[in-house]
């Protein structure tokens, strides 16, 4: 079946500013939907706890800011973007007890929806609104003008209006302007984890990791290596999403063109696509998720570690001497775009 797809015209900002939004976590996310709802003349309070770091960063936005259950009680949208792990006691403590007839419960992922560690009562609409990017360049791309694609599903329409709603919100964001599809809390959920587990970020950093670990250890200079493996991939992907694949090898060498075509399935082979399948089973069938959870509730000792040994690859070391002399490379991640 075909996906439907909407555009700015087919979405009525209106509704939205109509209701009183409730931002839960002003993070990468929380941030990016709060202060572009505002410019589109949206009434929104942020929901942080008392001892929140993100606090005042909203508050010098001039945001108005209250706990979680404060502004649950008050909005009639209340869109959790607080971490995936902890959204199940905020919606437990905080929301549940301020949902109201008529509201609607809204979330930028499906994640705690889709392996039923939040199941909200029927007398509410159950809505996703998911930008296809991170948080920082769904604020940049609206200030400029731009929106990146979002997702949007409805799980439960107790109004009757989830869809309009959860379209109206992603114009708040800009997400109309790029294309906004219509899909589920599962197909989300599911085709999320596995891109940013197998492609995006992933299978990126793995092969930028293995492919300059090759050539330092096989004699070349960091330096070329890191220009080779992580900062040119910039570039080529820039014409990726320009233009597909066909963009990009028509901008290549004939050199690099036959290199790709034949070296490229020789890495994914068989054994690699054998290990994604086994991946999307583990989403599939939720063993991703309960690990995730299960290492969250232990205190997270081996993200920690994996993180420490991230930061510590030479790579990142040879990176940050030559960024630093790169003077364009220098648009921070900011709040405000
Ligand atoms: N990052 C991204 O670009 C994307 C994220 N998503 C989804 O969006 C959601 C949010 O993710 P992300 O933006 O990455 O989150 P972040 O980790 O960037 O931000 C989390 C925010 O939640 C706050 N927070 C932490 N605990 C609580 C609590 N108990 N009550 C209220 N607020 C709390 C944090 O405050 P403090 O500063 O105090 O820690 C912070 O402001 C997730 O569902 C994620 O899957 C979807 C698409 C892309
Ligand atoms: C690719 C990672 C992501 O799914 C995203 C930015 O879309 C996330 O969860 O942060
Ligand atoms: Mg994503
Ligand atoms: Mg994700």
Request: proline letters at 4%.
């Amino acid at each position: 079946m075909a996906v439907e797809i909407f555009y700015d015209d087919d979405a009525d900002l209106s509704i939205i500013q109509g209701r009183k939004v409730a931002v839960i976590g002003y993070g990468s996310q929380g941030h990016a939907h709060a202060l572009s709802l505002r410019d589109s003349g949206v009434e929104v309070r942020i929901g942080l706890p008392e001892s929140s770091k993100s606090r005042s960063k909203a508050e010098e936005e001039g945001l108005a800011v209250g706990t979680p259950a404060e502004v649950s009680a008050w909005a009639d949208v209340i869109m959790i973007l607080a971490p995936d792990t902890k959204q199940r006691e905020i919606y437990a403590e905080s929301v549940a007890p301020n949902l109201a007839d008529g509201d609607a419960l809204f979330f930028g992922h499906g994640f705690n929806i889709r392996y039923g560690l939040i199941t909200p009562p029927s007398n509410v609409d159950v809505a996703m609104v998911a930008p296809k990017g991170p948080g920082h360049l769904v604020r940049r791309q609206f200030v400029d003008g731009k929106g990146v694609p979002c997702l949007i599903a409805v799980e439960q329409d107790a109004s009757g209006n989830g869809q309009a709603l959860a379209l109206s919100y992603a114009k708040g964001i800009g997400g109309s302007r790029a294309g906004v599809i219509k899909t589920t809390f599962k197909e989300e959920t599911e085709t999320d984890l596995f891109g940013e587990q197998v492609v995006l970020c992933g299978g990126t950093t793995a092969l930028v990791q293995a492919g300059f670990e090759t050539l330092v250890n096989a004699g070349y200079a960091p330096e070329v290596a890191y220009f080779e493996c992580l900062h040119e991939l910039k570039l080529i992907v820039d014409l990726l999403y320009e233009g597909g694949i066909a963009r990009m090898r028509y901008s290549i060498s004939d050199t690099a063109e036959f290199g790709d075509l034949t070296r490229g399935p020789r890495l994914i082979d068989d054994s690699v696509r054998g290990e994604m399948r086994k991946i999307l089973t583990e989403i599939q069938d939720g063993s991703f998720a309960k690990e995730w959870v299960s290492e969250d509730e232990a205190g997270r000792p081996n993200f920690a570690k994996l993180v420490e040994q991230g930061e510590q690859h030479p790579i990142e070391e040879v990176g940050r001497k030559l960024r630093g002399l790169m003077s364009w490379v220098d648009r921070p991640i900011t709040e405000t775009a």
